[in-house]
């Protein structure tokens, strides 16, 4: 079984930074060049979705257009976390950040929930204006 566990989840104002990060483990995660991790969100009465992805081995990522330019997703091969780099935020920004891994490695990697496998517990994300 694969955990994930997010942090850094906060109150900022509108143009400030937060980052976060998903620490990755467990015995099937020991091959974790073979998976990808992805960022979902969800704000409250809306549905989640995909924010940003990365293939864990290699790299390449992949940004929703309303991040881009704004989020940065980057991973640690040697601690087994995936961190969200998230700039310049919005009110809109405001949302339940998840992470989520899937045991697949390719490019591009997956945007749609029903491709990831395991899921953390959360994080909250609170933009004020």
């Known amino acids: 079984q694969v955990q994930l566990v997010e942090s850094g989840g906060g109150l900022v104002q509108a143009g400030g930074s937060l980052r976060l990060s998903c620490a990755a483990s467990?015995?099937?995660?020991?091959?974790?060049?073979?998976?990808?991790m992805g960022w979902f969100r969800q704000a409250p009465g809306k549905e989640r979705e995909f924010v940003a992805a990365?293939?864990?081995?290699?790299?390449?990522?992949l940004y929703a257009d309303s991040v881009k330019g704004r989020f940065t997703i980057s991973r640690d091969n040697t601690k087994n976390t995936v961190s969200l780099q998230m700039n310049s935020l919005k009110p809109e920004d405001t949302a339940v950040y998840y992470c989520?891994?899937?045991?697949?490695?390719?490019?591009?990697?997956?945007?749609?929930?029903?491709?990831?496998?395991?899921w953390g517990q959360g994080t909250q994300v609170t933009v004020s204006s």
């Open positions: 990365i293939r864990w081995s290699g790299g390449g990522t």
């Open positions: 989520a891994a899937v045991a697949k490695s390719y490019y591009p990697p997956p945007t749609q929930q029903y491709e990831y496998d395991h």
């Open positions: 467990g015995r099937t995660f020991s091959t974790f060049s073979s998976y990808s």
